[in-house]
C-alpha cells in the first residue's frame, strides 16, 4: 500500500504523457482473430482444408510434371494401402475408421491423378473435387468419436481456467482418451491439494463442464497421492438393466461375476473363506444380486446352500430345490444357525486332528454358505440365532462356512450386539437415502474417500468394498428373472451336493447329542466316561460329546482317553470320534 501511496503521489506531481490506444480493429487484429478461429476449428474445417491443398498441389504439379501423373497414382495405391492396414497417417483403429480413410486416399489420389494429367482448370474436374469433399465430409463431420475427441481437446485446453473458478488451480491434464462412453483423462494436483479435495468439487465439476449431475467419476491413483483419473460419462452405461447371461462359476473357489463397472469390465467377486453384507434401501436391488450370487452357487457342486428368510420365505423360496436347508421361522433359523456351529467345531476339530489349516472345498467335502435374506429380523426374533451367526461370523471362514446376508440398513442393532457386522469381508452397497448410511453398509470413512451410493440411481447399482476393490468403481448387477431363477433351480436341484459325513454327524448328535438319560453328569465321570463308550454308536462318541456328558474338561477326557487308547481298550473309529474297543 506504502509503495503504490508514494507512485501515486509522484505521478501526480510530475504528471505522465497520455497515452492514446486505437480501438479499432486493424487488418492484423481480423486476420488473427480468423486464424485463431480457424485454428479452433481445424476439425471442422479439415476436409476443405484438405480440399485446397489437393488443389494447390495439382496446380503445382500439373505446372511442373504433368506428365509425372503415373507417379501420383503409385503414391495414392501405396498410401491407401498403408491407411487400410494400419491406419496411417490418420491413426485410425477401428476397421470402419480404416475403411474411410482408405476410401478417402483412392479418392483424393485418385482425383490429383487426374488433375495433374488434365490441368485442375478443367469444370468437371473442380466440380468433381466439390462433390468429393461435400460427400467425404458429411460422415466426418457427424462421426461421434471425432466430435467427443474435439470437445475434449477444448476442455482440455480450457481446464486451467476452469480449475482456477471450481477451485482447484493448479491442476493439470497429462493425457485424455475418448472411450465409448466419453472421455476419461489422467490429472495431476497442485502440490498440497488431494484426490478428497477433488472429490469434494465433484457437483462444481460436473457444473462447469457442462455435463449431466452424475456424470463425473473420481478414481484416485494408487501409485500416486497427488495424481488422479477423471471419467465424464456422456452417456450412462448403466442406463439399461444388464441381463443375467446365467451361471459362470463351476466351484465355489471361483470368483462370481455380479454385473458389469461402467468401463464394462465384469465385477468378479470371490467368495470362498468370504462373508458378504449387502446393502441397500427397499426396492435397491439386494434381493436381485442375492439372486445372481446363489444362481452361481448352485450350479457349484462344492458349496452346500443354506436359507434364512423370515420374510415366509418370499424371496428364498423359489430357490428352495437347490437349498440343502430353508427356515422361515426364527425357531427353525436358530436351530440352522446352531447348527452350523456344530459344523464348524466338527470341521474344526477334524481338521485340529490332521494339522490341516484351511478346510478346502471338495464335491465330498462341500462348504456350506448360509444365505440370510434381511439380517434385521433375525436379530428382532431371534436373539439366539444371532449369537450363533456371531460364532459363524468370527469362526466359520477357516472351515469354509460363511454368512451371505443381505439387510436395509446394518446398524449394531438391526446386526444383533456381535461381531457380525466388522466380520463382512465382502460388502454391496446399492442405494441408500442418507449419505451416512454409506459408511454404516462399506465401513468408516468410505463416504468421504468418494464412495457415494446416495448417488446411485437406479435398482441393480451398486458399489463393492473388498479385498482388491480399492476404488468407488460403480456397478450395475445383472437382472435375474423369475424365469431364470426358475430354470436355473429346476436345472441344478438334481445335482445338488449332500454335506459330508463329518458336518451330517455333527448336526446329527448336536440335535439329539445321543444322550442316554442314565447318562447324565452327576455320577462318578470315570463310570459315566465307561458307559458313554460301551454305548457308542458305530460313528463313536466325539470329544464334545464326552465332555457333556461326563461334565469334565477336554484334558481330562484327552488324557483318558489316551491312557486307555495305550492299554487297547478305546478305538478311535473315526476322526475325533471313539467308543470302547469291545462295544
Ligand atoms: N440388477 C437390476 N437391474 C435392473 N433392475 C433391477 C435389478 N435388481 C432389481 N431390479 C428391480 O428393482 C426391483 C426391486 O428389487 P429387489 O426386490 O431386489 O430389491 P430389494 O432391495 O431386495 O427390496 P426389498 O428390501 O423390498 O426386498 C425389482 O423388482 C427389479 O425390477
Known sequence: ??????????????????????????LIDVLAALGRCAYRYRSELAPLTLAAALDLTALWLHAAHSRGWGWALVVTGAAALLAFLRGVPWGATRSEERTYATVVTVVGGGWLTAATALGPGQRPIQILLLVATVTGGIPWWAHRRRRARVRVDRTIQAWPDLAEQIGLAGS????????????????TLR???????????????????????????????????????????????????VPWPGPAAGSVSDPIRLGVFEDATDVRVPMLRRHVLIGGIAGAGKSGILNVIIGNLVACPDVVLWGIDLKGGMELRPWAPCLARLAT???????????????????????????ARLWLPTERAPALVIVIDEYAELADHAPAAVESADSVARRGRAVAVTLLAATQ??????MGKGAVRSQMDVRLCLRVRERRDTDLILGQGMLTAGWHAHTLDAPGKFLVSAEGFGQPRRARAYLVTDENVRACAERYAPERPDLDQLSADAIETGADDVLDPDLLPG??????????????????LSVPQLMQLTGMRRTWI????????????????NRGRWRAADA
Open 1 to 26: 500500500m506504502r509503495a503504490y501511496g508514494r507512485r501515486h503521489r509522484r505521478w501526480r506531481r510530475h504528471g505522465q504523457p497520455l497515452l492514446l490506444v486505437d480501438d479499432r480493429p486493424g
Open 409 to 414: 440398513r446394518p446398524t449394531q442393532q438391526a
Open 523 to 540: 455320577t462318578d465321570p470315570e463310570d459315566t466316561f465307561w458307559a458313554a463308550l460301551a454305548d457308542a454308536p458305530d460313528q463313536g
Open 172 to 187: 493439470r491434464v497429462l493425457s485424455a482418451v475418448v472411450d465409448v462412453w466419453g472421455w476419461r483423462a489422467r490429472m
Open 558 to 573: 484327552y488324557d483318558r482317553l489316551q491312557v486307555h487308547a495305550t492299554a487297547d481298550r478305546v478305538v478311535q473309529v
Open 191 to 241: 502440490a498440497g491439494q488431494t484426490v478428497a479435495d477433488v472429490i469434494a468439487h465433484v457437483p462444481a465439476i460436473e457444473s462447469g463442464l457442462g455435463t449431466r449431475p452424475g456424470a463425473v467419476r473420481v478414481e484416485p491413483d494408487p501409485a500416486h497421492a497427488g495424481r488422479f483419473v477423471m471419467r465424464v460419462l456422456a452417456e450412462d452405461p448403466h442406463a439399461n438393466a
Open 329 to 355: 421361522t426364527p425357531t427353525e433359523a436358530a436351530a440352522m444357525l446352531r447348527d452350523a456351529v456344530q459344523v464348524l467345531e466338527a470341521r474344526a476339530r477334524a481338521m485340529g486332528d490332521s494339522s
